[in-house]
Each structure stands twice: as structure tokens, then as C-alpha cells.
Nanobody, 123 residues
Framework: QVQLVESGGGLAQAGGSLRLSCAASGGTLNMYGMGWFRQAPGRERKFVAAINWSGSSTYYADSVKGRFTISRDNAKNTLYLQMNSLQPEDTDVYYC????????????????WGQGTQVTVSS
């Protein structure tokens, strides 16, 4: 049973940066496609970025393309999301997710989820 724990969220000013981490245990991450999603209160969870098992292939939502970078370190069993040029509309709870096999863009195709980390961007 894979367990995921996010960290690195917090408060940032508009134009600033944050780096989220997602530490995995209970499994070997290099077998999993992984993704980041985000969710505002009362809203549906939305796709942010995804990465394949080796890190050689990534995909981003249009809203974050060019600002966010997803990466992974399989030796450390950790997934990252570098967030630059943050805007107030990036304020959300961010979740990491993992699934056996290739990454996907839809949240219902991910089996394992972290508990989320809050990102708040002030203007």
C-alpha cells in the first residue's frame, strides 16, 4: 500500500515561488505514473501536472504551463512541483497522486492520494 505525504505548501506573494514535495512509502515509485492536482473549497479537484515513471515525459494544464515544473527523484521516492510566478488564482489545496503504469490526466484513474498541502498566494 503506497502512502503519499505532501509538504512545502504555505503562503507566497504574487510573483513568488514555492516547491512542493510528495514523499512516498510502501512502494517503489519508479513503477508509478504520478500527478499533481489541486482543489478549492466547494470546487472539483483539477489536474495540474503529470509525469511518467522515469521523468522523461511530462504534461501540464494550460493554466500552469511555463510556470510550474513537475519532477521526480526515484532514488528518494519523492515527487516535486516547482511553482514559479505564482498568482492569487493558484491558491488551492494541492494533492499528489500515483497509479501503477503510465500517468493519466483524470483524477479517477489514480489509486493513491496524499492528504494535500495548502498553497495560498497573496496579491
Amino acid at each position: 500500500q503506497v502512502q503519499l505525504v505532501e509538504s512545502g505548501g504555505g503562503l507566497a506573494q504574487a510573483g513568488g515561488s514555492l516547491r512542493l514535495s510528495c514523499a512516498a512509502s510502501g512502494g517503489t515509485l519508479n513503477m508509478y505514473g504520478m500527478g499533481w492536482f489541486r482543489q478549492a473549497p466547494g470546487r472539483e479537484r483539477k489536474f495540474v501536472a503529470a509525469i511518467n515513471w522515469s521523468g522523461s515525459s511530462t504534461y501540464y494544464a494550460d493554466s500552469v504551463k511555463g510556470r510550474f515544473t513537475i519532477s521526480r527523484d526515484n532514488a528518494k521516492n519523492t515527487l516535486y512541483l516547482q511553482m514559479n510566478s505564482l498568482q492569487p488564482e493558484d491558491t488551492d489545496v494541492y494533492y499528489c497522486a500515483a497509479r501503477e503504469g503510465p500517468y493519466r490526466l483524470k483524477l479517477d484513474e489514480y489509486r493513491y492520494w496524499g492528504q494535500g498541502t495548502q498553497v495560498t498566494v497573496s496579491s
